[in-house]
């Protein structure tokens, strides 16, 4: 391999390296980095339409430190937009403003109601975050 060639190589690792690094070390907003024990763990499904049809979602509710809940705010297109879940075993708290601490909410955890049709518990198209039960 060229000297030339061998140098881009290099670099391009360098900079593949510093983008890892970075990405590890902070999040895209500065903000406080979420407890990695709770990342990898859980994951909701939400759909646009009732029997788990339509366009879906998979979300992962993250602890942003030790004293709060595990919680996901949804993004903007998927706002007031769920009309069914899949909880995939776990037991979530849906709530219908972004935060996981106001609005109106509801635990759905199997075994519960709804999760085919969330109008039978008054949160169709009316989620906006998504909580791990404390
Ligand atoms: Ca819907």
Same mark, same amino acid.
Not at 125 to 131: E, K, L, M, T, Y
């Given at each position: 391999m060229p000297v030339t060639e061998r140098k881009s190589v290099m670099r391009s690792f360098a900079l593949a390296m510093t983008l890892?690094?970075?990405?590890?070390?902070?999040?895209?907003?500065?903000?406080?980095?979420?407890?990695?024990?709770?990342?990898?763990a859980?994951?909701?499904?939400?759909?646009?339409?009732?029997?788990?049809?339509?366009s879906s979602i998979d979300v992962y509710p993250?602890?942003?430190?030790?004293?709060?809940? %595990?919680?996901?705010?949804?993004?903007?297109?998927?706002?007031?937009? %769920?009309?069914s879940i899949n909880t995939n075993g776990n037991c979530v708290i849906v709530w219908s403003l972004s935060g996981c601490n106001r609005g109106k909410n509801m635990r759905i955890a199997p075994g519960t109601d709804s999760h085919y049709n969330l109008a039978g518990?008054?949160?169709?198209?009316?989620?906006? %975050?998504?909580?791990?039960?404390p």
């Open positions: 890892i690094v970075t990405f590890l070390v902070s999040d895209s907003n500065g903000a406080a980095m979420p407890d990695f024990s709770t990342v990898c859980k994951r909701i499904t939400l759909y646009t339409d009732k029997l788990h049809s339509g993250y602890r942003l430190d030790s004293s709060t809940p %595990a919680c996901y705010d949804l993004p903007t297109n998927w706002q007031d937009k %769920a009309s518990v008054g949160m169709d198209d009316d989620i906006r %975050a998504v909580q791990l039960c």
